[in-house]
């Protein structure tokens, strides 16, 4: 693919060079790809878990559902090895006459 960039309003095609270092940098996005929706996973996991960290002071009995509730968060990371499986556990509920609309749909329920 031949890339240009704009010098002074001037169209100009990429030297080899540009073009060598501009497929590098796609090509560095394109891997990292992974590791950013996990992290995307990661931070909402994290954010579902923090809104529970009460239950586990040492002064509050956690009911067992909690327990499994905030185990199988913990557990959301797990066997996931591509983008695809990632964008799985963030799909969102996009039927805006459900209930959930707008919430994490293969991530675990919290209980009552």
């Known amino acids: 693919m031949t890339r240009y960039k704009y010098i002074n309003g001037k169209r100009i095609k990429f030297t080899k060079a540009e073009e060598t270092a501009r497929d590098k940098?796609?090509?560095?996005?394109?891997?990292?790809?992974?590791?950013?929706?996990?992290?995307?996973?990661?931070?909402?996991?994290?954010?579902?878990?923090?809104?529970?960290?009460?239950?586990?002071?040492s002064d509050v009995t956690m009911s067992s559902d909690m327990t499994t509730y905030r185990q199988e968060l913990r557990d959301i990371?797990?066997?996931?090895?591509?983008?695809?499986?990632?964008?799985?556990?963030?799909?969102?509920?996009?039927?805006?006459?459900?209930?959930?609309?707008?919430?994490?749909?293969?991530?675990p329920t919290k209980p009552n």
């Open 25 to 57: 940098e796609e090509l560095d996005w394109s891997n990292g790809a992974f590791d950013r929706a996990m992290a995307d996973l990661r931070q909402k996991r994290n954010n579902l878990l923090n809104q529970t960290d009460w239950t586990a002071n």
């Open 77 to 107: 990371t797990s066997g996931l090895d591509t983008v695809e499986k990632v964008n799985i556990k963030l799909k969102v509920d996009e039927d805006k006459n459900s209930e959930s609309f707008g919430k994490l749909i293969n991530f």
